[in-house]
Nanobody
Framework: QVQPVESGGGLVQAGGSLRLSCAAS????????MGWFRQAPEKEREFVAA???????FYADSVVGRFTISRDGAKNTVYLQMNSLKPEDTAVYYC?????????????????WGQGTQVTVSS
């Protein structure tokens, strides 16, 4: 079993950048596809980005061109680089691990979840 642990959230002004990290506790991430989701107050948790163990990526339309997901196998860590942040990006961001290599935006396909990290973008 793998346990994702997120870090790197915080408060940033609109137009700024943040990089979130997701480290593995327990087993290595190497055999899992990894995803980032976010949940704003009173909204459903939504897909942001995913990366396979082979490096393929997949993004929500709302973050294409602004966010980049990557993984460092040596550090057993997945990153979400967020640029040109907007107030509507404010949410708790969750890292999740999915058994297998296929990419998906479906929350139900992810097996292990972190506790989340708060990102707040001020206008």
């Amino acid at each position: 079993q793998v346990q994702p642990v997120e870090s790197g959230g915080g408060l940033v002004q609109a137009g700024g950048s943040l990089r979130l990290s997701c480290a593995a506790s327990g087993r290595t991430f190497s055999s899992y596809a990894m995803g980032w989701f976010r949940q704003a107050p009173e909204k459903e948790r939504e897909f942001v980005a995913a990366i396979s163990w082979s490096g393929n990526t997949f993004y929500a339309d709302s973050v294409v061109g602004r966010f980049t997901i990557s993984r460092d196998g040596a550090k057993n860590t997945v990153y979400l680089q967020m640029n040109s942040l907007k107030p509507e990006d404010t949410a708790v961001y969750y890292c999740a691990a999915k058994v297998g290599n296929a990419l998906t935006a479906l929350r139900s396909e992810y097996n292990y979840w972190g506790q989340g990290t708060q990102v707040t973008v001020s206008s």
